[in-house]
Structures are given as structure tokens and as C-alpha cells.
T-cell receptor, first 112, second 117 residues
Framework: GQQLNQSPQSMFIQEGEDVSMNCTSS?????WLWYKQDPGEGPVLLIA?????ELTSNGRLTAQFGITRKDSFLNISASIPSDVGIYFC????????????FGQGTRLTINP | GAVVSQHPSWVICKSGTSVKIECRSL??????MFWYRQFPKQSLMLMAT?????????EQGVEKDKFLINHASLTLSTLTVTSAHPEDSSFYIC?????????????FGPGTRLTVL
């Protein structure tokens, strides 16, 4: 089945630093989504990408849909304490298009 | 953004009992709802897809007779874990989509923590 490889698995940064994480796949995806999950909560949508090459920002967050449709990255600029959490990429593929495939997650920890 | 609620937020039950979890879309009509399971420090795994008024489609390896899904209205889907066992303990999360189109975004509920003793 389709799989997403998300990296890094965890990040330990200082407040104010920029963050970058990415997802890759051997399969083509039509839609890429980035979610953030806080402990004991459901994922919250951060950014949705619908077209290859699309670059979208949401405040300090920027995400891009790779031109090959097999990858996406998420950048967070000037990190703040509330950015702590687990970030998941998710893709909607060509086949079974309604079914989201999730990456393994990136756990972000910010040192004060 | 769209709001999806789940009830209960957590439940503890004895082995062998059944537990029902509700998922509601509060401000939109959800043609399709999805049920996920998430074990500690792992990603979300899709269990089943339910469309209003029809039978749910289960992912490979998910027992349909153990995880009963009902999507009787455009705003409510329920997941019943029958004859629960300790290995069913997990974080169950639903999501809802306003139509069946691939591009439509899924909005997630806050999750239900199930602990089976």
C-alpha cells in the first residue's frame, strides 16, 4: 500500500529557531495535508496543498507540494513554545482517493 | 473551521463489555466519516470509512464484527467496540468530510481514549 516517509522523527530546538520537516513517497499523491496533534487531542489541520508545485503559507508556517507529487515539506519560522507537538503529513492518493495516508510524525520539542 | 466532536472523551471498561463512541459534525453535513486508531507514539491508522446510509468499508485486518460502525445521519457516526479486550485499548479518532470528493479536507474530532481492564 501507499506509505509516507516523514523525517525527522523528532526535533529538539531552541525557541526562535526555524524548523523544517518533510515527507516523501514512492507513490503520487493528489493532495498533501499537514496536521498538528497535541497530546490527547485529535489532529488539527494546518495547511492543505492541492496542486503540484503549490507553495502555501499560514502565518509562520509554509508548506509546499513537490513538483513530482511525491513529496512535501513544512517549514515553521521563528518557533515559539506553543509550536510544541507532533506534526503529521498526510496524503490523498490517486487510488482510494478519500483515504488519508499518514506519515509517522515529527515530534517537536522546544528548549526554553 | 469545521467542528467535529466525539463522546466520550475517555472511557474505561471491563474486558468483555461493549463500548460505543459517537462522532458528530457540529456545523456541517458529513457525507463521509472516517474512524482511526492511534497507539501510543504511533501514527493514525485508518480503520474504516463510513458513508451516510450505507455500510462501512473496513480496512484490511480490521474485524467488522468487532468494530461496528453506524452512520445513520449526515451529522452522526458511531463506533461500537464489541467484547472489548485489553489489546483494544487505544486512542480512537474520527474525522468527517463534507463530500465524497478527494480534495475535500477531513476535520478530526478530539479523540476518545479507551482503556480496557
Amino acid at each position: 500500500g501507499q506509505q509516507l516517509n516523514q523525517s525527522p522523527q523528532s526535533m529538539f530546538i531552541q525557541e526562535g529557531e526555524d524548523v523544517s520537516m518533510n515527507c516523501t513517497s514512492s507513490s503520487i499523491f493528489n493532495t498533501w495535508l499537514w496536521y498538528k496533534q497535541d497530546p490527547g487531542e485529535g489532529p488539527v489541520l494546518l495547511i492543505a496543498l492541492y496542486k503540484a508545485g503549490e507553495l502555501t503559507s499560514n502565518g509562520r508556517l509554509t508548506a509546499q507540494f513537490g513538483i513530482t507529487r511525491k513529496d512535501s515539506f513544512l517549514n515553521i519560522s521563528a518557533s515559539i513554545p506553543s509550536d510544541v507537538g507532533i506534526y503529521f503529513c498526510a496524503g490523498l492518493g490517486v487510488q482510494g482517493a478519500q483515504k488519508l495516508v499518514f506519515g509517522q510524525g515529527t515530534r517537536l520539542t522546544i528548549n526554553p | 473551521g469545521a467542528v467535529v466532536s466525539q463522546h466520550p472523551s475517555w472511557v474505561i471498561c471491563k474486558s468483555g463489555t461493549s463500548v460505543k463512541i459517537e462522532c458528530r459534525s457540529l456545523d456541517f453535513q458529513a457525507t463521509t466519516m472516517f474512524w482511526y486508531r492511534q497507539f501510543p507514539k504511533q501514527s493514525l491508522m485508518l480503520m474504516a470509512t463510513s458513508n451516510e446510509g450505507s455500510k462501512a468499508t473496513y480496512e484490511q485486518g480490521v474485524e467488522k464484527d468487532k468494530f461496528l460502525i453506524n452512520h445513520a445521519s449526515l451529522t452522526l457516526s458511531t463506533l461500537t467496540v464489541t467484547s472489548a479486550h485489553p489489546e483494544d485499548s487505544s486512542f480512537y479518532i474520527c474525522s468527517a468530510s463534507s463530500s465524497g470528493r478527494a480534495q475535500d479536507t477531513q476535520y478530526f474530532g478530539p479523540g476518545t481514549r479507551l482503556t480496557v481492564l
